[in-house]
T-cell receptor, first 112, second 117 residues
C-alpha cells in the first residue's frame, strides 16, 4: 500500500507547455517533500523539495505547490523542454534517517 | 568523487541461485539504503542502515539480506533468487540527523538491472 499516491502515470506535453504532476499523502507526520528526476538508465536525482510550513517553492522553471490541509503537493514544469523528458517521483519523509516513501512515478514526454 | 557505485550493472540469474549486489559510497554518509524499482510501483525500500553494524528492514525485505561492516559498503544479498525479484535495484545514501540538511538528500547509484529466469 503506497503511502504517497502520484498521478498521472504518464504525461505528454508540447515544448513550451506546462507539465503538472500531483501527489497526495495520508501520514501527517511527513515533514519533507522532495521531487526526484530520473533519466533512462540513470538513478534518480533530487530536483526540488519543500517543507510543510511553505506553500510554494520555485527553482527556475520548476515549482512545487503544497496544500497542507488537503495533504497534497504538486510539481509544475513551466516552459517544458525536450530535455525535461524523464520520470518524476514525488516522495515524503518522516524521520531523521532519510526513510523516504516514494510515489509510483510519472513519465513525462516533451514533444518538439 | 565517485558518489555511489553499484556493481554489477546487469545480471541474469536462474531461479534458486544466489548473488550479491555491491554498493559503495565515498561521501562518508551514515545512511545507506536499497530500493527496488518496478513499473507502476515506484521505488520501494528493501533494507536500510543508519551506520556500520546497524541495519533494519524496509517495506519489501523478504528474500533479501544485508550487512554493514563498514561505513562505505552496503551489499544486498539474494539468498535464493525468484522471478518476482526481477527488477532494477538502486542503492542510495545520505547524511543522517535532522540538524544536517544533507540528511534530506538521497544520492542514488546508477542501478543494477537483475533478471531472474
Amino acid at each position: 500500500q503506497q503511502q504517497v499516491k502520484q498521478s498521472p502515470q504518464s504525461l505528454i506535453v508540447q515544448k513550451g507547455g506546462i507539465s503538472i504532476i500531483n501527489c497526495a499523502y495520508e501520514n501527517t507526520a511527513f515533514d519533507y517533500f522532495p521531487w526526484y528526476q530520473q533519466f533512462p538508465g540513470k538513478g534518480p536525482a533530487l530536483l526540488i523539495a519543500i517543507r510543510p510550513d511553505v506553500s510554494e517553492k520555485k527553482e527556475g522553471r520548476f515549482t512545487i505547490s503544497f496544500n497542507k490541509s488537503a495533504k497534497q503537493f504538486s510539481l509544475h514544469i513551466m516552459d517544458s523542454q525536450p530535455g525535461d523528458s524523464a520520470t518524476y517521483f514525488c516522495a515524503a519523509k518522516t524521520d531523521s534517517w532519510g526513510k523516504f516513501q516514494f510515489g509510483a512515478g510519472t513519465q513525462v514526454v516533451v514533444t518538439p | 568523487n565517485a558518489g555511489v557505485t553499484q556493481t554489477p550493472k546487469f545480471q541474469v540469474l536462474k531461479t534458486g541461485q544466489s548473488m550479491t549486489l555491491q554498493c559503495a559510497q565515498d561521501m562518508n554518509h551514515e545512511y545507506m539504503s536499497w530500493y527496488r524499482q518496478d513499473p507502476g510501483m515506484g521505488l520501494r525500500l528493501i533494507h536500510y542502515s543508519v551506520g556500520a553494524g546497524i541495519t533494519d528492514q524496509g517495506e519489501v525485505p523478504n528474500g533479501y539480506n544485508v550487512s554493514r561492516s563498514t561505513t562505505e559498503d552496503f551489499p544486498l544479498r539474494l539468498l535464493s533468487a525468484a522471478p518476482s525479484q526481477t527488477s532494477v535495484y538502486f542503492c542510495a545514501s545520505s547524511y543522517s540527523g535532522t540538524a544536517i540538511s544533507g540528511a534530506n538528500v538521497l544520492t542514488f547509484g546508477a542501478g543494477s538491472r537483475l533478471t531472474v529466469l
